[in-house]
């Protein structure tokens, strides 16, 4: 059974009230993890955004980040009322180019407080859903990417058994973040599914 998070207010279609354990039951913006991206767009649209210069590479450049959105200015083209965009994470010599997060992002530029309420109903929604099936972590802190310590993140963690997660946070940005291009970042809500795996490498390569 598959779980979309699709609405800002009630992310699930629960059938006959039936629970999963496995994070590639849950999608974003109609995508799993552990899919294979091929799946949704061709090799040359992928290999095209991963020669621009707005994918984020980790490490060693064994994971990147590339940005799937609404609008003309994406190579990588979605058709969401619910997402801005979504990150997607994969190994970017990988031929297959399976997935090992995605991350659907709701911007909110001019107001926190509007982000932070959205996550607070997110939040509830996915409290009601699990249940008591996950460890639940929360965690405040500063943005790695900016190094003034000025952008804050708020995120709360569902923690699967298998090492998997779900989380929805929300980041306020500094006016001094900014991207390649130098426009500031902004403020968003984003729910996020994360693989063991990929989580391993940032615990023990990317933040070491």
């Not at 959205?118 to 099936?133: D, H, P, R, S, T």
């Not at 996950?134 to 569902?158: L, W």
Request: proline share 3%.
């Amino acid at each position: 059974m598959k779980i979309f998070f699709t609405t800002l207010f009630s992310f699930f279609l629960i059938i006959n009230n039936i629970y999963s354990n496995e994070i590639k039951d849950f999608q974003i913006g109609g995508m799993s993890v552990k899919d294979s991206l091929l799946e949704y767009f061709d090799s040359e649209s992928i290999k095209k955004e991963l020669n621009t210069p707005y994918p984020f590479f980790y490490k060693n450049n064994i994971y990147a980040a590339i940005t799937a959105g609404n609008g003309s200015e994406y190579d990588l083209r979605i058709n969401s009322d619910t997402y801005d965009d979504i990150g997607i994470t994969i190994k970017p010599n990988d031929k297959n180019f399976l997935i090992y997060a995605l991350s659907g992002r709701i911007f909110c530029p001019e107001d926190i407080n509007y982000c932070k309420s959205k996550k607070k109903e997110i939040e509830q929604e996915l409290l009601k859903f699990f249940g008591n099936k996950t460890e639940v972590i929360r965690s405040n802190a500063d943005h790695s990417y900016d190094k003034t310590g000025k952008s804050k993140t708020f995120n709360t963690y569902f923690k699967f058994e298998s090492g998997d997660y779900v989380s929805v946070s929300t980041i306020d940005w500094s006016k001094e973040a900014k991207n390649p291009d130098g426009v500031a970042f902004p403020d968003n809500t984003k729910v996020t599914i994360t693989t063991y795996e990929f989580e391993k490498f940032l615990a023990n390569v990317q933040y070491k």
